[in-house]
T-cell receptor, first 110, second 113 residues
Framework: QKEVEQNSGPLSVPEGAIASLNCTYS??????FFWYRQYSGKSPELIMF????GDKEDGRFTAQLNKASQYVSLLIRDSQPSDSATYLC??????????FGTGTRLTIIP | DAMVIQNPRYQVTQFGKPVTLSCSQT?????MYWYQQKSSQAPKLLFH???????NEADTPDNFQSRRPNTSFCFLDIRSPGLGDAAMYLC????????????FGSGTQLSVL
């Protein structure tokens, strides 16, 4: 079982709609969770991190964490074409390593 | 201003010819990481340093070595590159184990001919 799992997509969302990206993790001891955006050929850039159950909002982005279900999500409101990228979910495991999922490719359709 | 700098941006080497990738940081961060990312795959952790303490992932091939001569610099040495080692190599830093944010460099895209 992979430590961090994501649906690889592609996920297509109309411009202006809400994009919903999901991630599950296997290690119940995971401490913190991260969403990175990665454009093709570029390095990952941090969008948000979350470590408490519930929602965390930052502008158009909302991260949601449910530790009981071992589930993390990222919502992008008012999606823009510039949001088209691969979104990587990562979990900081008990041994301090940051482990990434394979990413979900998101396409915003104008 | 770039805070984690990787050189070169693109590197081409020949099968079996040793190659070194470099990373430098201006952040004075304690922790440095090397990740390997192949096309459409997750970044895979190869090594990390906490100051000079070196941590090698169990599944990192012996062909890969790393050096951190000081806080600012870290090197990835591939002793005998194979075709399967072609990938993006990402360097990242973190201020300390209690600090969450990872700062990535722009990566080095390695091609093996």
């Amino acid at each position: 079982q992979k430590e961090v799992e994501q649906n690889s997509g592609p996920l297509s969302v109309p411009e202006g709609a809400i994009a919903s990206l999901n991630c599950t993790y296997s290690d119940r001891g995971s401490q913190s969770f991260f969403w990175y955006r990665q454009y093709s050929g570029k390095s990952p850039e941090l969008i948000m991190f979350i470590y408490s159950n519930g929602d965390k909002e930052d502008g158009r982005f909302t991260a949601q964490l449910n530790k009981a279900s071992q589930y993390v999500s990222l919502l992008i409101r008012d999606s823009q074409p510039s949001d088209s990228a691969t979104y990587l979910c990562a979990a900081r495991l008990q041994n301090e390593k940051l482990t990434f999922g394979t990413g979900t490719r998101l396409t915003i359709i104008p | 201003d770039a805070m984690v700098i990787q050189n070169p941006r693109y590197q081409v080497t020949q099968f079996g010819k040793p190659v070194t990738l470099s990373c430098s940081q201006t952040l004075n961060h304690n922790v440095m990481y090397w990740y390997q990312q192949k096309s459409s795959q997750a970044p895979k952790l190869l090594f990390h340093y906490y100051d000079k303490d070196f941590n090698n992932e169990a599944d990192t091939p012996d062909n890969f070595q790393s050096r951190r001569p000081n806080t600012s610099f870290c090197f990835l040495d591939i002793r005998s590159p194979g075709l399967g080692d072609a990938a993006m190599y990402l360097c990242a830093t973190r201020r300390g184990l209690a600090n969450e944010k990872l700062f990535f460099g722009s990566g080095t895209q390695l091609s093996v001919l």
